[in-house]
Protein backbone atom coordinates (compact mmCIF):
# COMPACT_ATOMS: atom_id res chain seq x y z
CA UNK A 1 0.00 0.00 0.00
CA UNK A 2 2.77 2.53 1.09
CA UNK A 3 4.66 1.94 -2.26
CA UNK A 4 1.82 2.44 -4.47
CA UNK A 5 0.75 5.49 -2.84
CA UNK A 6 4.07 6.81 -3.45
CA UNK A 7 4.35 6.09 -6.44
CA UNK A 8 0.49 7.42 -6.93
CA UNK A 9 2.13 10.74 -4.79
CA UNK A 10 5.18 11.03 -6.86
CA UNK A 11 3.79 10.80 -10.44
CA UNK A 12 0.62 13.21 -10.31
CA UNK A 13 2.40 16.56 -11.09
CA UNK A 14 3.55 14.49 -14.20
CA UNK A 15 -0.16 12.62 -14.60
CA UNK A 16 -1.76 16.66 -15.04
CA UNK A 17 0.95 17.38 -17.56
CA UNK A 18 0.66 14.09 -19.72
CA UNK A 19 -3.67 14.45 -19.40
CA UNK A 20 -2.78 18.19 -20.30
CA UNK A 21 -0.88 17.63 -23.55
CA UNK A 22 -2.47 14.97 -24.85
CA UNK A 23 -6.41 14.17 -23.38
CA UNK A 24 -7.45 11.76 -25.73
CA UNK A 25 -4.10 9.23 -25.09
CA UNK A 26 -1.66 10.60 -22.35
CA UNK A 27 0.21 7.35 -22.39
CA UNK A 28 1.54 8.10 -25.72
CA UNK A 29 3.29 11.66 -24.57
CA UNK A 30 6.07 12.43 -23.36
CA UNK A 31 4.67 12.28 -19.26
CA UNK A 32 3.55 8.98 -20.39
CA UNK A 33 5.30 6.57 -18.04
CA UNK A 34 4.39 8.73 -15.16
CA UNK A 35 0.89 8.47 -16.48
CA UNK A 36 1.22 4.55 -16.86
CA UNK A 37 2.51 4.50 -13.34
CA UNK A 38 -0.01 6.28 -11.67
CA UNK A 39 -2.57 4.81 -13.00
CA UNK A 40 -1.56 1.48 -12.18
CA UNK A 41 -0.50 2.62 -8.50
CA UNK A 42 -4.54 3.87 -8.32
CA UNK A 43 -5.97 0.94 -9.14
CA UNK A 44 -3.71 -0.85 -6.81
CA UNK A 45 -5.12 0.49 -4.53
CA UNK A 46 -8.18 1.16 -4.83
CA UNK A 47 -7.92 -3.27 -5.38
CA UNK A 48 -6.77 -3.28 -1.69
CA UNK A 49 -9.25 -1.45 -0.01
CA UNK A 50 -11.62 -3.43 -1.54
CA UNK A 51 -10.43 -6.74 -0.69
CA UNK A 52 -10.32 -5.58 2.73
CA UNK A 53 -14.17 -4.32 2.60
CA UNK A 54 -14.61 -8.03 1.57
CA UNK A 55 -12.42 -9.87 3.94
CA UNK A 56 -12.08 -7.26 7.35
CA UNK A 57 -15.31 -4.91 7.23
CA UNK A 58 -15.09 -4.45 10.58
CA UNK A 59 -11.49 -3.46 11.00
CA UNK A 60 -11.49 -1.36 7.52
CA UNK A 61 -14.34 0.89 8.54
CA UNK A 62 -12.04 2.41 11.69
CA UNK A 63 -9.15 3.11 9.77
CA UNK A 64 -8.86 6.57 7.89
CA UNK A 65 -5.64 5.63 6.29
CA UNK A 66 -6.68 3.35 3.56
CA UNK A 67 -9.59 5.41 2.97
CA UNK A 68 -7.87 8.64 2.72
CA UNK A 69 -5.82 6.71 -0.15
CA UNK A 70 -8.62 4.88 -1.74
CA UNK A 71 -10.52 8.29 -1.97
CA UNK A 72 -7.12 10.22 -3.60
CA UNK A 73 -6.56 7.29 -6.20
CA UNK A 74 -10.62 7.07 -7.57
CA UNK A 75 -9.95 10.72 -7.89
CA UNK A 76 -7.25 10.12 -10.51
CA UNK A 77 -9.09 7.50 -11.95
CA UNK A 78 -12.00 9.73 -12.38
CA UNK A 79 -10.35 12.61 -13.69
CA UNK A 80 -8.80 10.37 -16.15
CA UNK A 81 -12.49 8.84 -16.98
CA UNK A 82 -13.90 11.95 -17.08
CA UNK A 83 -11.59 13.64 -19.42
CA UNK A 84 -12.19 11.18 -22.10
CA UNK A 85 -15.91 11.15 -21.87
CA UNK A 86 -15.75 15.24 -22.89
CA UNK A 87 -13.34 14.57 -25.78
Known sequence: MLVAQSRLLLNRPSFARALGENPDDPSWG???????????????????????????????????FFWFHAFTASVCLCVHRSLRCFN
Open 30 to 64: KFGDSFVGLYESAQEIVQLVRQLVIYHPSLIARWW
